[in-house]
């Protein structure tokens, strides 16, 4: 049911999306009105479905030296709890990791190998946190475990920003921020090129957005 709504809304989003592209853009135009509604911080014990269009995780790893290897994987769902305090909650996110693109095709194919993410076995990441913490209202830390190519890993990810927002295109409370966390890929079990330039220091970026359900 919480699948539906989320595709319903993102499915209003999209058509509200297109209609404003027709809009006059001049001085006339403004804005909807509900763009400028506050929306607080997470609700004590709501359900936020994760937006797989605005949720994704982005890698970072040193390559002899010099330059980075970045590539990026989508998410295929995913939500987020608040509990009865509204100081801690949830997290549970599953992640495409045969959707990883580095901009180049022979390098995704091999990042999608034995040698790396080995996806024909392991086609998904996992992401589970039993807590949440809070500062202000806003999340500062989601410590929780990494599932990646069978083999799960303590993974604390540290809010660089975080807000909740009334969408104008769907009225309803959304919140997120950008995560960040360092790994060894090792610990995975991904050591290809360690021995020769490639670093073992993983930088994850994560961005997150989740509409509230309820």
Do not use: M, R, S, W
């Given at each position: 049911m919480k699948k539906l709504l989320l595709a319903a809304a993102l499915s209003a989003a999209a058509f509200t999306g297109a209609t404003a592209?027709?809009?006059p853009q001049?001085?006339?135009?403004t804005a909807p009105?509900?763009?400028a509604k506050p929306a607080g911080g997470p609700v004590k014990n709501a359900n936020y479905v994760v937006d797989?269009?605005?949720t994704f995780v982005m890698y970072e790893m040193g390559h002899y030296g010099t330059t980075t290897n970045r590539g990026r994987f989508s998410t295929k769902d995913g939500s987020v709890q608040i509990d009865g305090t509204g100081a801690s909650g949830k997290v549970d996110i599953t992640m495409d990791i045969s959707s990883i693109n580095t901009g180049v095709d022979l390098l995704n194919r091999h990042v999608q190998s034995?040698?790396?993410f080995?996806?024909?076995e392991f086609p998904t990441g996992r992401f589970v946190a039993d807590r949440i913490d809070f500062s202000g209202g806003k999340v500062v830390d989601v410590p929780g475990t990494l599932t990646l190519m069978g083999q799960t890993k303590p993974v604390t990810l540290k809010a660089v920003r975080f807000n909740c927002y009334l969408s104008p295109?769907?009225?309803r409370q959304v919140c997120g921020g950008d995560f960040e966390t360092t790994v060894e890929r090792s610990d995975w079990g991904i050591t290809w090129g360690l021995n020769?330039?490639?670093e073992n220091k993983v930088k994850l970026l994560v961005q997150v957005e989740a509409v509230n359900v309820q």
């Open positions: 592209q027709q809009q001049g001085p006339e135009y009105a509900v763009a797989p269009t605005h034995k040698d790396f080995n996806v024909a295109l769907i009225n020769f330039g490639f």
